[in-house]
């Protein structure tokens, strides 16, 4: 009788566990892109509970590039609570709609301009007191920080406290790299999970000069010399006190840290297999931007 008491026990604690996780482990929301030009009136954004009427129009469109053009406008009831960057030429808006509850939907906002879709802004917003309230910016913290060349979102996932962005950016050291930042909400708001983020495809890359790896991200203390030749991958990123540090993981488990500059290389400066697009008047034919999109 003793053995079937601890057994029910067991069973109990751990479907309270089970329990417990689930609801701390919350669901993404599948987000929905609103089409512009078209009244759109199947959401509640403003969380009164009633359906409004959500548009968004460019005064200029492209006839050549149907949703494309300049000053973008979004509208709810009628009333504009967004317009787009007017310092500068955006190219399309993509908008994407979550209902995280009944009384909460968050609005992603991203603005794209040039012929490549480089980011311009990108930010999550809640409608409050009659206009679209910014809650998490999920570019411009991050493009200070970097070395901006041909900076995309590659993918979003949401859920009412965390939101996750994989990025791609070509970094002057390493050429293109993915890699990914999550957001958590917290009684402060949005924050970042720490300066520390993974690298979620590697690339193995070959060194074409002496490089000198450290223990730690801006430290001092040497780990280790990286002699040309040597092939590595980069597995992690971090954005420290405005500068960008990346550590290079070699084939036998060593690795070390070494500083991304801020300014343009010449290609293959730090490793040999370093194409950087956009140069030169266009993208080169073999590079991976030419058929990298943005996926909302």
């Not at 209902?99 to 301009?113: A, G, M, P």
């Not at 990108?122 to 970097?146: E, M, S, T, W």
């Not at 590659?154 to 050291?173: L, R």
Request: hydrophobic share 35%.
């Amino acid at each position: 009788m003793k053995r079937i008491i601890l057994i029910t026990g067991a069973a109990i604690l751990f479907l309270l566990f089970a329990v417990s996780g689930g609801r701390n482990a919350e669901a993404a929301v599948k987000g929905i892109e609103l089409e512009s030009g078209k009244d759109i009136k199947k959401y509640d954004v403003t969380g009164d509970g009633k359906k409004d009427h959500i548009r968004i129009d460019c005064e200029t469109p492209d006839l050549y590039n149907e949703g494309s053009g300049d000053g973008w406008s979004i509208s709810i009831n009628d009333k504009v609570v967004f317009r787009d960057n007017k310092k500068q030429y955006v190219d399309s808006l993509t908008v994407v709609l979550y209902q995280i509850d009944t009384k909460t939907v968050y609005l992603e906002i991203q603005e794209n301009e040039g012929a490549n879709n480089d980011i311009s802004s990108h930010a999550f917003y809640r409608y409050k007191g009659n206009k679209l309230k910014k809650i998490c910016d999920v570019y411009q913290p991050i493009a200070k920080q970097i070395y901006c060349f041909h900076f995309y979102v590659d993918s979003v996932k949401v859920t009412d406290k965390k939101i996750t962005v994989s990025y791609v950016n070509q970094f002057s050291a390493t050429g293109y790299l993915f890699w990914k930042i999550s957001y958590l909400h917290g009684k402060d708001g949005w924050k970042k999970d720490g300066n520390t983020y993974s690298v979620t495809e590697k690339r193995n890359l070959t060194a074409n000069r002496k490089l000198t790896l450290y223990q730690t991200a801006g430290g001092k203390k040497k780990a280790l010399v990286l002699k040309k030749g040597q092939k590595v991958k980069i597995d992690k990123i971090c954005l420290k006190n405005g500068k960008t540090y990346m550590q290079a993981v070699l084939s036998n488990g060593k690795k070390g840290w070494f500083q991304s500059p801020d300014k343009s290389l010449p290609e293959r400066y730090y490793f040999k297999e370093v194409v950087f697009a956009g140069k030169r008047g266009g993208m080169h034919a073999h590079s991976p931007f030419c058929i990298i999109g943005i996926t909302l």
